[in-house]
């Protein structure tokens, strides 16, 4: 690959633009390109920028939808080697996925497969939504009962877990999480500096991956035909 600039272009939600949450300003994006050795010295090395040039266009942004992520791709160009990292859904369902009874999975799952095709950025890694209840109903903080909120988690996770089979490789961050605690969190629902930095972890294996992959392997063709989602329950 020579000097080659490789690119991490981020696009979604808090999952990946917490940087308000921890005092130091750090996100995961930021953390694939070049670890903050002092703050995670277990990082030491494992970052994109120890091997070779590497740069990151952040578009994430707190508080999104997916009928966000169009304005996040717009004016984008991307030469060169990259790798595209999208993590959606959450604010979907607090807003009302949670409670939803099927018509709305349908729309979210239309919005995000166009906004995948549309999107010139290969290879795609499509993270899963967290649990900050770690799978503890008592621990629900929505205003919707449990046993309606997290069958939805799950079917928007299967969602996201099939467009990813599409369109480019899955990360598990929900199963990820599930093994962590609280510290992993803060005002209930967002990454933690602990957090960002899993966020890191998880995402880090597939970029990096991406990064050593021969070119032209990632380029997009046609879908394999999938069960859809609702088919899975």
Known sequence: MGSEVFTV?????????C???????VHPGQLIVRNDD???PDFKGRDLSSTAPAR???RARDGVTVADLPRQGRMLEPSGPS????TIGGNDLLTGLAADRGGGMVRFERALDTFLRALPVRPVLLGTVFDPT???DSRNFLSVDA??????????????AELAGRHGQLVD???HFLGGDPSWFTRTIEPSLRGASEVRAVFLPAVLKSRSAPPGQHESGPSPLRRPWWMWW
Request: cysteine-free.
């Open 9 to 17: 272009y981020t696009f979604g939600d808090s999952i990946l633009d």
């Open 173 to 175: 961050v929900h199963r």
């Open 147 to 160: 046993r309606i909120a997290r069958p939805n988690l799950n079917r928007i996770n299967a969602i996201i």
């Open 38 to 40: 002092a703050l995670f």
């Open 134 to 136: 770690f799978g503890d």
């Open 83 to 86: 790798a595209g990292l999208v």
């Open 19 to 25: 940087a308000r949450y921890n005092e130091y300003g």
């Open 56 to 58: 990151l266009d952040h």
